[in-house]
């Protein structure tokens, strides 16, 4: 396919006035730490409208590529990127990327969703029922784009928390979340004082993670097994490769004051409960919708629904978070990054973009960035910080809600680069560092 269309590669740099630095978060949940700010890093000035640590730069190789969810970069420094949904009739892009600008260099698909990885001579994409493969060459290109092989079909789709994003180990297994469509499982989603449902027969189907094998077609529920449930939805995910083990960040449920008013106020609401990493097992469960994770309390509370009162800790069954976030921030992206181009401290560390609240209020809307995780001996360890801001163009746009760029996917260039992706413009960012 010749190139479509091309894509300058600056963005107006913005000055972007301080660096939100949120709460502190260590390895273990239930240990009291400091609830104010975490230690910031020296942030250098805007580039790319981006605030990013000292040594830090950031360029836009691409921009309105229309909803760029996923992304995934070959070892040769090709760009596979998801679109939510088709633009201009498609809906996976292949980027050719030379000095700092990426041009289209085919376009196919038709189908919307969010998920893409290359892996092991194919591309995997994924729609929201399905996923799918295509066959690559010696230089990762889709040789057939018109003939995918389907791996899994028939998966829910209820348009809500409907994306199958996904992940794939080393041993040819394929991870998919299936998402809940519901907030908390009640009797009558999302109306006030509703019960949650006996025995929740949402997670037969949804609200966890299941396990496909990545070479074998047509598959469906029942050649899958349900790897981990109680997660109520995952858009971010990936194999941490140092302790061979699967890494979610749940996206926490909504309404506390909205649903229970006698039980949480609006600040609680606005906050409450985590965002959560969760490292996770064949046999886990997280606990949705029974529990939640509060992270000012640092314990696993009872839902509402299920018979709680934002106090009653819930059974110890269910698994802890590795780390908590505060609420509503929507993790969409999580990479466990491995290269060499970052100083030491980044090595194994994990980069999660969070694409930002829309149900904080009253209280300012939050998130829009991308934050860094320290990691030590696989676990996460020490204090969190916000790698990249300004996403949204201006605190007034943050605390609005009404944010120009929102980050969700992320990706490892070959030579250590960090790629994001904004699904609200399609602009993908490339971040490098300079010693």
Same mark, same amino acid.
């Given at each position: 396919?010749?190139?479509?269309?091309?894509?300058?590669?600056?963005?107006? +740099?913005?000055?972007?006035?301080?660096?939100?630095?949120?709460?502190?978060?260590?390895?273990?949940?239930?240990?009291?730490?400091?609830?104010?700010?975490?230690?910031?890093?020296?942030?250098?000035?805007? *580039?790319?409208?981006?605030?990013?640590?000292?040594?830090?730069?950031?360029?836009?190789?691409?921009?309105?590529?229309?909803?760029?969810?996923?992304?995934?970069?070959?070892?040769? %420094?090709?760009?596979?990127?998801?679109?939510?949904? #088709?633009?201009?009739?498609? *809906?996976?892009?292949?980027?050719?990327?030379?000095?700092?600008?990426?041009?289209?260099?085919?376009?196919?698909?038709?189908?919307?969703?969010?998920?893409?990885?290359?892996? $092991?001579?194919?591309?995997?994409?994924?729609?929201?029922? $399905?996923?799918?493969?295509?066959?690559?060459?010696?230089?990762?290109?889709?040789?057939?784009?018109?003939?995918? &092989?389907?791996?899994?079909?028939?998966?829910?789709?209820?348009?809500?928390?409907?994306?199958?994003?996904?992940?794939? $180990?080393?041993?040819?297994?394929?991870?998919?979340n299936i998402g809940a469509y519901?907030?908390?499982?009640?009797?009558?989603?999302?109306?006030?004082? *509703?019960?949650?449902?006996?025995?929740?027969?949402?997670?037969?189907?949804?609200?966890?993670?299941?396990?496909?094998?990545?070479?074998?077609?047509?598959?469906?529920?029942?050649?899958?097994?349900?790897?981990?449930?109680?997660?109520?939805?995952?858009?971010?995910?990936?194999?941490?490769?140092?302790?061979?083990?699967?890494?979610?960040?749940?996206?926490?449920?909504?309404?506390?004051?909205?649903?229970? #008013?006698?039980?949480?106020?609006?600040?609680?609401?606005?906050?409450?409960?985590?965002?959560?990493?969760?490292?996770?097992?064949?046999?886990?469960? @997280?606990?949705?919708?029974?529990?939640? !994770?509060?992270? &000012?309390?640092?314990?696993?509370?009872? @839902? #509402?629904? !299920?018979?709680?009162?934002?106090?009653?800790?819930?059974?110890?069954?269910?698994?802890?978070?590795?780390?908590?976030?505060?609420?509503?921030? @929507?993790?969409?992206?999580?990479?466990?990054?491995?290269?060499?181009?970052?100083?030491?401290?980044?090595?194994? %560390?994990?980069?999660?973009?969070?694409?930002?609240?829309?149900?904080?209020? #009253?209280?300012p809307q939050a998130g829009f960035?991308? +934050?860094?995780?320290?990691?030590?001996?696989?676990?996460?360890?020490?204090?969190?910080?916000?790698?990249?801001?300004?996403?949204? %163009?201006?605190?007034?746009?943050?605390?609005?809600?009404? =944010?120009?760029?929102?980050?969700?996917?992320? =990706?490892?260039?070959?030579?250590?680069?960090? !790629?994001?992706?904004?699904?609200?413009? %399609?602009?993908? !960012?490339?971040?490098?560092?300079?010693?």
């Amino acid at each position: 396919m010749k190139n479509t269309k091309s894509f300058a590669f600056g963005l107006p +740099v913005l000055a972007i006035a301080g660096l939100i630095v949120l709460n502190a978060c260590t390895s273990d949940p239930g240990k009291k730490t400091d609830d104010k700010q975490a230690t910031a890093p020296i942030i250098t000035e805007a *580039s790319a409208g981006l605030t990013l640590p000292t040594g830090f730069t950031a360029i836009a190789v691409a921009e309105n590529l229309g909803g760029a969810r996923h992304i995934s970069i070959t070892p040769q %420094g090709e760009i596979y990127v998801k679109l939510e949904r #088709p633009n201009n009739g498609k *809906s996976v892009l292949l980027l050719h990327e030379t000095n700092g600008k990426a041009e289209i260099k085919a376009g196919f698909g038709t189908y919307r969703g969010s998920g893409i990885k290359v892996k $092991d001579g194919y591309l995997y994409t994924s729609s929201n029922q $399905d996923v799918y493969r295509y066959k690559l060459n010696a230089n990762n290109e889709v040789i057939d784009p018109a003939k995918p &092989e389907t791996i899994v079909f028939g998966l829910i789709d209820r348009h809500q928390h409907e994306a199958k994003s996904f992940t794939l $180990d080393d041993a040819g297994n394929l991870y998919v979340n299936i998402g809940a469509y519901s907030n908390s499982c009640q009797i009558k989603d999302r109306q006030k004082g *509703s019960l949650g449902q006996p025995g929740c027969p949402i997670l037969d189907s949804a609200g966890g993670i299941w396990q496909f094998k990545a070479d074998k077609l047509n598959q469906t529920y029942k050649d899958g097994i349900r790897y981990a449930t109680g997660l109520r939805n995952v858009v971010g995910l990936d194999w941490n490769k140092q302790e061979n083990k699967l890494y979610v960040m749940q996206h926490g449920r909504d309404g506390l004051h909205d649903l229970f #008013p006698e039980m949480y106020t609006t600040k609680q609401q606005a906050v409450l409960p985590a965002e959560c990493l969760y490292a996770i097992n064949k046999g886990d469960n @997280a606990g949705w919708p029974y529990i939640y !994770y509060d992270q &000012e309390q640092k314990k696993k509370i009872l @839902a #509402p629904e !299920y018979g709680g009162d934002g106090k009653k800790e819930g059974d110890s069954k269910f698994i802890d978070p590795v780390a908590a976030y505060p609420g509503h921030l @929507a993790p969409n992206g999580l990479l466990f990054y491995t290269g060499d181009q970052f100083p030491a401290k980044y090595k194994n %560390g994990a980069f999660i973009a969070f694409h930002g609240s829309w149900n904080r209020a #009253p209280e300012p809307q939050a998130g829009f960035f991308v +934050v860094f995780q320290p990691f030590k001996g696989g676990k996460p360890d020490g204090q969190w910080e916000v790698f990249a801001n300004g996403f949204s %163009g201006s605190a007034a746009n943050t605390a609005s809600g009404r =944010a120009e760029h929102r980050p969700c996917g992320l =990706a490892q260039g070959p030579d250590g680069s960090l !790629y994001v992706t904004d699904d609200a413009k %399609g602009t993908v !960012y490339k971040i490098g560092y300079k010693k």
